[in-house]
């Protein structure tokens, strides 16, 4: 059975601080990874994907991969009360098209 | 800029009536996929379709449920006999070349699906 875990929170950080989430998945031979944002009642939106081990930026937002730990995490720099919402890791199934997701971690920016 | 719609946004339907929840993706893509979220859980993989046929299935999508595309626009999931457990949140996904090395899906609104 595939896996992808992240810590449930809720996480609270003070606005204009880093919040940091992370995910660690079961499918060693996963390829693409996938970090959306869902506000309560709505719709995954996607902030970024990454498919390659290390950093990738994207404005306020880091995704970092580690294959090798099985590790991926997402930095929310400068966070902003819009913020607030519930991240998804979303790891895409090796030889499969289908993408599995993580329970979700509740961030919480307080002003 | 386009998007992927969903109708209805919420259907109320009585345990062991059929529905059918419609979705219309994003024109060029090719790649169709249905999820459901039930409240305060996770988001499920049901199905994925390409080329008018189910590429990957998970446990949840057995007997009673199917997809079908019906013309070049609709995507559609139907339950045939709901059931209480059925309630959640229905979502459809499209991408234009599968969700293999950095594909994006896009997802639309959702239908919320409560069954009495």
Same mark, same amino acid.
């Given at each position: #059975?595939?896996?992808?875990? &992240?810590?449930?929170?809720?996480?609270?950080?003070?606005?204009?601080?880093?919040?940091?989430?992370?995910? !660690?998945?079961?499918? *060693?031979?996963? &390829?693409?990874?996938?970090?959306? *944002? &869902?506000?309560? @009642?709505?719709?995954?939106?996607?902030?970024?994907?990454?498919?390659?081990?290390?950093?990738?930026?994207? @404005?306020?937002? !880091?995704? #970092?991969?580690?294959?090798?730990? #099985?590790?991926?995490?997402?930095?929310? *720099?400068?966070? #902003?009360?819009?913020?607030?919402?519930?991240?998804?890791?979303?790891?895409?199934?090796?030889?499969?098209?289908?993408?599995?997701? @993580?329970? @979700? !971690?509740?961030?919480?920016?307080?002003? | 800029?386009?998007?992927?719609?969903?109708?209805?946004?919420?259907?109320?339907?009585?345990?062991?009536?059929?529905?059918?929840?419609?979705?219309?993706?994003?024109?060029?893509?090719?790649?169709?996929?249905?999820?459901?979220? $039930?409240?305060?859980?996770?988001?499920?993989?049901?199905?994925?379709?390409?080329?008018?046929?189910?590429?990957?299935? /998970?446990?949840?999508?057995?007997?009673?449920?199917?997809?079908?595309?019906?013309?070049?626009?609709?995507?559609?999931?139907? $339950?045939?006999?709901?059931?209480?457990?059925?309630?959640?949140?229905?979502?459809?996904? /499209?991408?234009?070349?599968?969700?293999?090395?950095?594909?994006?899906?896009?997802?639309?609104?959702?239908?919320?699906?409560?069954?009495?």
């Amino acid at each position: #059975q595939k896996e992808v875990e &992240q810590n449930s929170g809720p996480l609270s950080v003070p606005e204009g601080a880093i919040a940091s989430l992370n995910c !660690t998945y079961s499918d *060693r031979g996963s &390829q693409s990874f996938f970090w959306y *944002r &869902q506000y309560s @009642g709505k719709s995954p939106e996607l902030i970024m994907f990454i498919y390659s081990n290390g950093d990738k930026e994207d @404005g306020r937002f !880091t995704a #970092q991969l580690n294959k090798a730990s #099985q590790y991926v995490s997402l930095l929310i *720099r400068d966070s #902003q009360p819009s913020d607030s919402a519930t991240y998804l890791c979303a790891v895409n199934i090796a030889s499969y098209d289908k993408v599995i997701f @993580g329970p @979700g !971690t509740s961030l919480s920016v307080i002003p | 800029e386009p998007e992927v719609t969903q109708t209805p946004s919420h259907q109320v339907t009585q345990m062991g009536q059929e529905v059918i929840l419609r979705c219309v993706p994003i024109s060029n893509h090719l790649y169709f996929y249905w999820y459901r979220q $039930i409240l305060g859980q996770k988001v499920e993989f049901l199905v994925s379709f390409y080329n008018n046929e189910i590429s990957e299935k /998970s446990e949840i999508f057995d007997d009673q449920f199917s997809v079908e595309r019906p013309d070049g626009s609709n995507f559609t999931l139907k $339950i045939r006999s709901t059931k209480l457990e059925d309630s959640a949140m229905y979502f459809c996904a /499209s991408s234009e070349f599968g969700t293999g090395v950095a594909n994006e899906q896009f997802f639309g609104p959702g239908t919320r699906l409560t069954v009495l």
